[in-house]
Every structure is written in structure tokens, then in C-alpha cells.
């Protein structure tokens, strides 16, 4: 059999209602900047769909809605370098701030806004 | 914020010299202030394409590189129509003719060539002109609508692409030739009378060593006069009898020419402020008229530019077609040959072939081929990298396409394609949407045609075909690709410096690797990046640290992710063997967690796919509770070890092959390769576990074991090399460890056995792996060395010993 291990067990059961996340003013609380792997992300799931949260080098962090602008390739799995993520399925190259695509494909998917306080990581999801 | 960048000034408007500025803004866009002068009064246009403009296949405009608003857009002042009459090297100024100015804190020399005019009387008369720029083609031009008889002296590559597009412009072309062969630089005697006759068939005439002594006539034009008192009539002559470096200002203002303008590795002139790229330049005793070495010159003169300062240009080896539509006509390197060479010889006149390849200690030197060039490309690579083709030296001469090739209907020669037809079977790329990206984007290079069109950028095996549009569409020699291959855009170095410099000096993580050879990017791309990671890994095991953000999702997460972003499992089956207690554990994982699809797989095992991400975990956990591992399907690592029922069942088996093939799995899984491996044994030469289109296949025989290496039957079929034969199972795992092991340390990240063995020859293996006994010995030491780190059941510590869980739970639910 396999066990959870315990933090992540809090994690996983870490869930925001909405009535919570809109008190919130916005801006909700998704982790701790540890939470993530350094050049790697995290998925945020929300009932509108996953949003990607990625952690570059430099520990700034982005985030991303969670579906490649070319087949809907899960952003969040693919590899994370500079600023950018390259799809993990057809590699199209992202920039994480704008999530624009690099030309010469062609493409753009919703970025959000995030700001990290004393290690955390909050995440608005009303789309830039 | 201007004053504070750096003046650049480029001296010359042409193919090298813009190339270098772009070379310049793609890795320093904001350096320089930057100010162009050219003689010319055009933007950048594409000079090798003046041969079909001038046959009536493309207008001026089609040939343009960078119109006038590129300079704009870039901010770069352009001078055009101004020639630069001076220099002064204190002050850091030049002097157009017209009197305009420019200081520089750096200069370019871009400055070309000039054709070589011959020194007879009449040189100088109306209509006697050469085949340099636009202004030569409008008076080409001109001149066939008005008369009726040209002369081209000079039957090189220049003067028959002039005299052809004479001809269809309807003139009496003759081509004057000094030589007994045309285009004698690049054809041995055989393939330029091949060519003659078929240019006389289209309708051209040649007078052979033809020595010419006056061009007649008062004002204009009206014949050539030769060594022998002959004459011909003549309305237009073209002179195309060679170039010579443009250095008339160069030397003026002192700076050392030869030949050319003299420039070190670094394409630094003298005078260290200015550098000098082109037909203009004199490098290590030579100077290039084509433009993929001066291409590289372009890019290794940005690098230092850019203050980069890593990358030198230690010269180019050539190759060339012509351009006349209908002929097919390539040659590279050394075609002639001496007493110490060997040349292997087709010729067909019947159908109009003939091929020559010149060999020396087992290394083509250069080859020759008229009528069927489909493999020019092909050889030109064995050229470069050096490759030693005595094990294919049988089928050399019949190209590479017999090797086989799936996927395009067994297609391989572009020129017989029509625009419509499909080259790139997985992203549905025709030739025809290839063909209009090149010319209306300007594209030069393979990598340009994957970005653009995403040709050749899947599976790559019609990568072959897109390099045979590209060289038909440029026409010249677009194979701007340098002889040692960068392994990415972050880095100059290739693959065999990378690994070199990580064995040597002892770098064991990627980080160390990028720092010490000073990687042009933050943290590279999610192509070097794996790869480092592979190296780092493989070279140094047990001390080198994974990194798993370096490696692609499926890697990561050990199973493969699928289009819809669910994944498959699909766990070891070791030998292709089962039993009732594994088949039921996976018939209860499909009903306890609805696996969409339960498949058998091409590979000899059960393959649970559509999984959610989420359950990966209780299913491994399940799945290695009756004892399974993880299959590695997803890895650059052994996948399947093929094996057939064997003495134990079969009446034709001489071995127990099915054992033996659990063995092999035993042994090797878990160790990561560069590319996925794949191994069968077959307990006879009826081989039903087709061993010998693995990467490593046992063929049992009454005797022992044939071991055959390099197969591959995905998207090139190619069948193994016999490698030796041998006698116990025992010796059957020690080469087989050996060659995994040398596999591993020397082939390229993503390369896999069959284009490795096809790159460095089967010799080299049996070397090292057959031939010398304590080689093997140590080989296969370092390979069960390195196994004891790896293998642990990447399963088992994901689903229950608390490695990587991040990878398998969400951050956060927002419902
Ligand atoms: C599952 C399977 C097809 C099946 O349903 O049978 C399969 C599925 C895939 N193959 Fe395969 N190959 C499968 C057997 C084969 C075989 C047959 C074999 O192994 O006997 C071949 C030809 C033999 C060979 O490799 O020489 C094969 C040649 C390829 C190739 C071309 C490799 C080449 O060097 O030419 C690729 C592309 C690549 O690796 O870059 C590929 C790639 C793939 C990928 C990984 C495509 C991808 O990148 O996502 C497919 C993953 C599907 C998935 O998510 O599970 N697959 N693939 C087979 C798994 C075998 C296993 O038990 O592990
Ligand atoms: C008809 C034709 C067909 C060809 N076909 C092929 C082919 O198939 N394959 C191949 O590889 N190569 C081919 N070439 C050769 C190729 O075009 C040249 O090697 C390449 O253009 C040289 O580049 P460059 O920048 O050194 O010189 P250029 O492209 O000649 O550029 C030099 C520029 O500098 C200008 N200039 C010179 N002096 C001054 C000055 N003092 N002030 C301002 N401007 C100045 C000139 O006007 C010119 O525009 C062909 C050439 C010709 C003419
Ligand atoms: S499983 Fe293999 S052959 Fe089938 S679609 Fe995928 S890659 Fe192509
Ligand atoms: S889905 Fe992202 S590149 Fe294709």
C-alpha cells in the first residue's frame, strides 16, 4: 500500500472555497516558494481549468493558465529555462511573464499576476 | 543612452557582411550604433540567386535578404549607393565619395570581390561587361532583347550559369573555355564531358582551349579574337574567368593584405579595431568564394563583436552545385586524387550518371557526382566528420537511401516531387509550403526550414529531403551548417567537445558544465539541458547528482505522457514473460482505477494507458506489490529485451533463449543511454524475435551466439552489423555490457546505436569491444559500476519511499 506522506497530506487537503478565496480580496495564498522546484512548476486547479505556477533560478515565480495555445499540452510538465518553458508536447517556447509565444510560432495564453510575501507565494487569478 | 553605445561601422552591403550583423542582433541587439556603407543601390539581396533571375525563374525582388525597412527596424543607418574611397585608422573615421562621414570605434571590411577582368585589347569596349551584381544582370538583360550573339569566356560554374540563362533569354550563346574541361575546379574530366554534351543538347556551343587575344570592335562590340587567328561574332561579351578579393582600400589605408585582407581565427585584420569577413578575406592562406564558409566567417566575427570572445574559424571544406535547372551536378573536397588515394567509379551514360568518390585510408576526400545527386549530401557529412567507411564501403556508392526509409512512400529524391506532395509525414508539410517559406522568408539553413515550417523538426527522417529542397531552392551551396555542429543555440561547442570537457575535467553537475564552458543562455533549453544531464550522469556516476528538472515530463514523472496530458504505464515484463499472479494484478489495477485501455504492446507487454496523473502513485504501488518494476518505456534507457520461446519449447531452438534474454534485461535495466535501447534474443536463425533490428540482438546457433549490434527498425529501418560470434551465455553478457558501456560514453545525447555505428564505423566497435580483450574487460567493469546506483525501481521510491512528490499532487485545489 502507499501512504501520503504527512505534510503532504495537509497539502493536498489544502483547499480554498470560493466564498474564501473571493473574502480574500484576490489574492490567495497557493504555498511556499519551496513548494516548487527550482526551474520546474507547480499546478494550481481551479474550476476554470489548471493554472501552471513555475519557479525560475533567479526564485521569481509566474504563473501561467495550464494549456498550451497549440494542443492544450500541459505547460506545467514542461522544461523551465530563463524566463521561458518549452511545451512538453510539440515544444513550442513560452515566455513565463507574458505567456506570450516565441515566434515564429505564433500564440499567446492567459498569464496572472503572483507576488511572493516572506516566502509565500499568492496568486490572483483575475488574468493580466 | 545612445553616446554610450559603440560605433560600428560596415564597410561593404553584401551576403557576409549583413550576415554578421545578424549574427550581431541576435545575440547583442543593443551594442552598437551601427552604419552601413555599400557601393550598391539596393538593401541586401541574395547574389547567388542573380543565375536564376537572369534565366527568367525569379525577378530582383524575389531575391531581396533584408529590404531597406529591415535597417530601419533595426536601427541601423543605411548608406546606399556610397562607396568608401577612405580610411582614417587614427581618427577611427571613413570617407564615402560623396563626402559623407562616419566615425567607429569598430570597423567591418565586407567588401567582396571583383571579377577578374583578362588584360587583351577591347576589354573595355560597350557590352563587355562580367556577372557580379544587379547592374551586369539588367545589361544581360537588356542586351538579349537587342542582339543576337554572346560570347561567355570562362567555362566555370559563374560563366555556364550566364551563358544558360543567355540562352533561354534566346541568344547564340558560346562559351569560351581556356581548359580542355569545364567547370575544371570543381569536375574531373569524365563528369565535365558529361556536362558539356548535355549543355550541347540544350542548345549551347563551346570552343575548348580557346586562348582569347582581343574583343573587336570600335565602340560596341562585335567578336573575339583568338590565340589561333580564328574569330567569332560577337554583340555581347561576358567575362566570368574568376574573382579576386576586394582590397584596393584595405590596402590604401595600410592594412597587410596578401590575396586577401589577411585575418586571424578570429576574423581580426592587423589593426585590431577592424575585422574583415568575406570574399574580401585572406584566412590561413585562403580565400572562399561561396558563401557557407563565409557564413561561418559572419558568425564566428559576431561572436567577438559581441565580446563574447570564444569562437574561431579554422577554415572550411566546400562543396558545390550548379545552378542550371535540369542538371544535377554536385562536388566537395578533393574529386581528383593521387597515387595515394582510391576512387570507387559509377558510371551510367545510358541513363546520364556518373558518381566518384575519392577515398584515402578509408576516409572520403571528396567526391564527384553528375545526374543523380540525391546523396551528395550525405557524403559531404561522412566528409566533414571524418567518418571511416570501410564496413559500408560496398554499398557506399549506392547512397544511403537503400538503407531503407519509412513514412513518405519510400520517396527519396525531392526534385521528382510535385509542390503538393507531403515531404513532412507528422506535421503535414508539402514541398510546395517548404519550397515558399525559403524564398519569401529568406531562409538558409535546416534549422531556419524546422522553425518556420516544422519540416524535419518531428521525427526528422525527412530531413533528408528538406536539406534536397533547400539546396534546389538556393541553388548554391546553402549547406551553411559548420563542419562541427553546435549541440544548441546556447553554446558554440558540440557534442564531442561538451563530453570531452565534462570527462576531462571532472564536471559533475550541469551548472559546472555551463560555467565552465561559459554557456551563452541563463540555464540553457530544454534541448542542452537533458543532455548535460545524461553526460554529467554518465561520466560520473555515483557523484554526479540527477537533475530532474533537466529532463523531459516522461522522464520525470516515469511514464509517458499522452496527447490528452493522462499518461501510460507500463511495467517490466522480463524477457516478454508472465505469469497467471502478474496478469491478474494488472487485470484488478485497470478495474480499480477505470484504466481507459489496456494494450499489448509492440514490445512484448501490457501497456495501462489514459491514467491520471494523480493515480500513478497507487497504481505503482499496487503493481510492484506482485512484484513489478517500471518498464523504462519512457526512457532514454533500455526498454525491452525481445526473446522467443527457445530451446525450451521450440523444435528448432538450439539455445534457451528466453533465459538468456531475462539475463540481458536483468543486467542492464535501469541504466540511462543516450537514446532508448533495445535488445531480443532469438534461439535460431529464424530468428522470431527479429533480433537483428535491435540495438543489441542474439541470433542462438548450434555453436554458441551471434551478437549483431546497431539495428533499428523505427523510422529508418536499418539491419544489425554482425559483430562476432561466441560461445557461452557468460560471454554473452560481458560484450554485451561492453558495448552498452561504449555506446553510452561515446555516442551523442539522442543518437541512437544505428546512426552512432553509422557515424564511427563498426571497426571502432569491434576494437574496442571484440579485439582487445582487457578493453572489453574494463568496459564492462565501468558499466556494472555504474549500474549500482541505478538500479532502484524509480516506481517504488516515487509511490512509496517520499522521492519527487511534488511531481504527483496539485500545490493547491481552488474550487
Ligand atoms: C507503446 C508502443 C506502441 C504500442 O502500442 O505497441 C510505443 C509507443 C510510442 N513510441 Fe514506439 N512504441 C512501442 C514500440 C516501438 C517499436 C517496436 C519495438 O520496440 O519492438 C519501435 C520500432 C523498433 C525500434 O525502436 O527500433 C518503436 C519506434 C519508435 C520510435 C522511432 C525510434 C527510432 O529510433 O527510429 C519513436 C520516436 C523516438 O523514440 O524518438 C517512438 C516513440 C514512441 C512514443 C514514446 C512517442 C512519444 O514520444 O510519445 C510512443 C509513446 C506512447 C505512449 O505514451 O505509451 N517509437 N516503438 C510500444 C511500446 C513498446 C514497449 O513495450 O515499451
Ligand atoms: C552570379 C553568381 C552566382 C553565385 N552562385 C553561388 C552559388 O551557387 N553558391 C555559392 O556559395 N556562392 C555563389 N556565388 C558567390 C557568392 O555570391 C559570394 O561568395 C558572396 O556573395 C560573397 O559575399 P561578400 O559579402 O563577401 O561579397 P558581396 O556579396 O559581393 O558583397 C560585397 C559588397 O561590398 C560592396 N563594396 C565593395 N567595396 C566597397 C566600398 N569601398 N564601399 C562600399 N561598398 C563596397 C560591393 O558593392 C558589394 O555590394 C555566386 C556569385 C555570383 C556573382
Ligand atoms: S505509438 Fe508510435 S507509431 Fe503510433 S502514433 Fe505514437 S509514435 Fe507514432
Ligand atoms: S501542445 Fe504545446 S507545443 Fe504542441
Known amino acids: 500500500m502507499f501512504f501520503l506522506s504527512d505534510k503532504l497530506k495537509t497539502k493536498t487537503l489544502n483547499t480554498v472555497t470560493k466564498e474564501k478565496f473571493m473574502s480574500q480580496k484576490e489574492w490567495i495564498e497557493v504555498g511556499l516558494i519551496e513548494d516548487i522546484p527550482s526551474l520546474g512548476a507547480r499546478v494550481v486547479e481551479t474550476s476554470n481549468g489548471n493554472v501552471g505556477v513555475f519557479r525560475t533560478a533567479e526564485d521569481e515565480v509566474f504563473a501561467l493558465r495550464d494549456s498550451c495555445p497549440h494542443k492544450g499540452g500541459p505547460l506545467s510538465q514542461g522544461i523551465v529555462h530563463g524566463k521561458r518553458v518549452t511545451c512538453p508536447l510539440h515544444n513550442w517556447v513560452l515566455e513565463l511573464d507574458s505567456g506570450a509565444v516565441i515566434a515564429p510560432d505564433e500564440g499567446c495564453v492567459a498569464s496572472y499576476p503572483v507576488k511572493i510575501e516572506n516566502g509565500k507565494v499568492f496568486l490572483n487569478l483575475q488574468a493580466n | ?815
Not at chain 2, 530544454?526 to 553526460?535: D, F, I, K, S
Not at chain 2, 560471454?731 to 552498452?740: D, G, K, L, T
Open chain 2, 1 to 815: 543612452m545612445n553616446e554610450t553605445k559603440e560605433k560600428l561601422v560596415l564597410i561593404g552591403n553584401g551576403m557576409a557582411g549583413v550576415r554578421a550583423l545578424e549574427e550581431l542582433l541576435k545575440i547583442e541587439p543593443n551594442k552598437y550604433d551601427i552604419t552601413v556603407f555599400g557601393a550598391e543601390p539596393y538593401g541586401n539581396y541574395n547574389r547567388i540567386l542573380l543565375s536564376p533571375v537572369l534565366a527568367g525563374e525569379k525577378t530582383v525582388d524575389d531575391i531581396m535578404l533584408n529590404d531597406e525597412q529591415w535597417y530601419v527596424d533595426n536601427g541601423i543607418t543605411l548608406h546606399k549607393g556610397k562607396e568608401i574611397v577612405d580610411i582614417d585608422r587614427r581618427g577611427r573615421t571613413v570617407f564615402a565619395s560623396d563626402g559623407t562621414t562616419a566615425e567607429y570605434d569598430r570597423l567591418l571590411l565586407a567588401t567582396g570581390s571583383n571579377p577578374f577582368i583578362i588584360p587583351v585589347p577591347g576589354n573595355d569596349l560597350n557590352s563587355v561587361i562580367s556577372f557580379r551584381d544587379i547592374q551586369d544582370v539588367d545589361v544581360m538583360l537588356a542586351a538579349s532583347k537587342k542582339y543576337k550573339n554572346a560570347v561567355v569566356i570562362g567555362g566555370g560554374l559563374l560563366g555556364l550559369e550566364a551563358a544558360n540563362g543567355l540562352m533561354l533569354q534566346g541568344m547564340h550563346v558560346t562559351v569560351v573555355h581556356l581548359n580542355d574541361t569545364l567547370m575544371e575546379r570543381q569536375l574531373d574530366s569524365e563528369a565535365g564531358g558529361m556536362l558539356r554534351l548535355s549543355l550541347e543538347e540544350r542548345g549551347l556551343n563551346f570552343l575548348m582551349e580557346a586562348s582569347t587575344v582581343a574583343i573587336l570592335g570600335d565602340q560596341h562590340v562585335t567578336g573575339v579574337k583568338f590565340a589561333d587567328g580564328s574569330e567569332i561574332a560577337a554583340d555581347l561579351v561576358v567575362m566570368a574567368v574568376g574573382i579576386k578579393p576586394n582590397i584596393a582600400l584595405a590596402q590604401k589605408v595600410g592594412i597587410h593584405c596578401e590575396r586577401g585582407v589577411v585575418v586571424n581565427d578570429t576574423m581580426q585584420t592587423y589593426d585590431p579595431r577592424v575585422y574583415a569577413v568575406g570574399e574580401c578575406v585572406q584566412h590561413r592562406g585562403l580565400a572562399y568564394g561561396l558563401v557557407a564558409p563565409l557564413f561561418e566567417q559572419a558568425k564566428v566575427c559576431a561572436n567577438h563583436l559581441a565580446h563574447m570572445g570564444y569562437s574561431r574559424y579554422e577554415g572550411s571544406i566546400t562543396s558545390t552545385k550548379l545552378k542550371v535547372t535540369g542538371i544535377d551536378l554536385f562536388s566537395a573536397g578533393d574529386f581528383i586524387g593521387d597515387e595515394s588515394t582510391e576512387n570507387i567509379i559509377m558510371k551510367d551514360v545510358a541513363r546520364g550518371v556518373y558518381k566518384k568518390i575519392v577515398i584515402k585510408d578509408n576516409r572520403i576526400q571528396g567526391s564527384v557526382m553528375y545526374g543523380d545527386t540525391v546523396d551528395g549530401a550525405w557524403y559531404f557529412q561522412l566528409l566533414r566528420d571524418n567518418t571511416d567507411i570501410s564496413d559500408i564501403r560496398d554499398h557506399l556508392m549506392f547512397g544511403q537511401s537503400h538503407l531503407g526509409d519509412s513514412g513518405h512512400g519510400g520517396q527519396n529524391a525531392a526534385a521528382a516531387m510535385s509542390d503538393e506532395m507531403e515531404v513532412c509525414g507528422c506535421n503535414g508539410v508539402c514541398k510546395g509550403d517548404i519550397i515558399t517559406a525559403i524564398t519569401k522568408k529568406g531562409l538558409f539553413t535546416l534549422d531556419d526550414v524546422r522553425a518556420h515550417t516544422k519540416a524535419s523538426s518531428s521525427c526528422g527522417s525527412c530531413t533528408g529531403l528538406v536539406e534536397q529542397i533547400l539546396a534546389s531552392t538556393l541553388g548554391g551551396d546553402y549547406s551553411a551548417a559548420p563542419h562541427s555542429k553546435p549541440l544548441c543555440k546556447c553554446t558554440d561547442f558540440s557534442h564531442d567537445e561538451v563530453q570531452a570537457a565534462i570527462k576531462e575535467n571532472k564536471l559533475t553537475s550541469i551548472r559546472e558544465t555551463m560555467n565552465y564552458l561559459k554557456w551563452k543562455s541563463p540555464d540553457g533549453c530544454a534541448a542542452c539541458r537533458p543532455a548535460l544531464n545524461y553526460y554529467v550522469l554518465a561520466y560520473h556516476p555515483g557523484e554526479a547528482k540527477d537533475d530532474p528538472q533537466s529532463r523531459y515530463i516522461n522522464e520525470r514523472a516515469h511514464a509517458n505522457i499522452q496527447k490528452d496530458g493522462t499518461y501510460s504505464v507500463i511495467p517490466r515484463m522480463w524477457g516478454g514473460v508472465t505469469n497467471s499472479a502478474e496478469l491478474r494484478a494488472i487485470a484488478d489495477v485497470a478495474d480499480k482505477y477505470n484504466v481507459p485501455t489496456v494494450k499489448v504492446t509492440g514490445g512484448q507487454r501490457i501497456d495501462l494507458l489514459g491514467v491520471k496523473k494523480e493515480q500513478l502513485k497507487p497504481i505503482w504501488a499496487d503493481l510492484n506489490n506482485v512484484g513489478f518494476v517500471s518498464g523504462h518505456g519512457y526512457g532514454k534507457a533500455l526498454r525491452t529485451v525481445k526473446t522467443c520461446v527457445g530451446s525450451e519449447w521450440c523444435r528448432f531452438g538450439t539455445q534457451d533463449s528466453t533465459t538468456l534474454g531475462v539475463r540481458l534485461e536483468e543486467v542492464t535495466w535501469g541504466s540511462w543511454m543516450p537514446h532508448k535501447f533495445k535488445m531480443a534474443v532469438s534461439g535460431c536463425p529464424r530468428n522470431c524475435a527479429e533480433a537483428t533490428i535491435k540495438d543489441f540482438g542474439v541470433v542462438c546457433v548450434d555453436s554458441g551466439y551471434e551478437l549483431h549490434v546497431g539495428g533499428n527498425a523505427g523510422i529508418k529501418v536499418r539491419a544489425t552489423d554482425l559483430l562476432c560470434k561466441v560461445e557461452t551465455e557468460e560471454q554473452v553478457i560481458e560484450y554485451s555490457n561492453a558495448f552498452v558501456q561504449l555506446y553510452r560514453e561515446h555516442a551523442h545525447y539522442l543518437e541512437r546505436t544505428a546512426p552512432w555505428i553509422e557515424r564511427v564505423g563498426l571497426s571502432y566497435v569491434k576494437e574496442h569491444v571484440v579485439d582487445n580483450a582487457e578493453s572489453r574487460k574494463l568496459l564492462s567493469d565501468r558499466f556494472l559500476e555504474s549500474q549500482k546506483y541505478v538500479q532502484k525501481d524509480p516506481w517504488a521510491e516515487r509511490a512509496s519511499e517520499g522521492v519527487q512528490q511534488h511531481e504527483f499532487v496539485s500545490l493547491m485545489r481552488v474550487s
